[in-house]
């Protein structure tokens, strides 16, 4: 691996940390529950994001595996708190 290639993915590892912990204190301190809802959305995409640049790091296909398990499952859980939040229940 190149060094200007490790360098930008410790970077961009740092900075999704970085926007990591922003996203957890807008779950903490989220005024509503759709805020949280959001924040917590947003944490599941940048956990699929750093799963996908550990692949990139560590040339294994079995981070993409994870992380397209990640984004599917951020999906459904994003649909089912909408719906709660929206009706009250989730499974009618």
């Known amino acids: 691996m190149s060094p200007m290639l490790s360098t930008a993915i ?4 740092v900075l999704y940390v970085v926007a990591m912990a922003i996203g957890m204190l807008r779950l903490m301190r989220g005024p509503t529950a759709q805020d949280r809802v959001l924040a ?3 944490l599941s995409v940048v956990a ?3 799963m996908l640049v550990l692949g990139i790091r560590y040339d294994s ?3 993409f595996e ?3 398990l ?3 499952s951020g999906f459904v859980g994003s ?3 909408a719906k709660f939040l929206l009706r009250g ?3 009618e």
């Open 10 to 13: 410790t970077l961009t590892l």
């Open 40 to 42: 917590l959305d947003f």
């Open 48 to 50: 699929m994001l750093v």
């Open 61 to 63: 296909s079995m981070y």
């Open 66 to 68: 994870g992380a397209l």
């Open 70 to 72: 990640m984004a599917l």
């Open 79 to 81: 649909v089912a708190l």
């Open 89 to 91: 229940e989730v499974i």
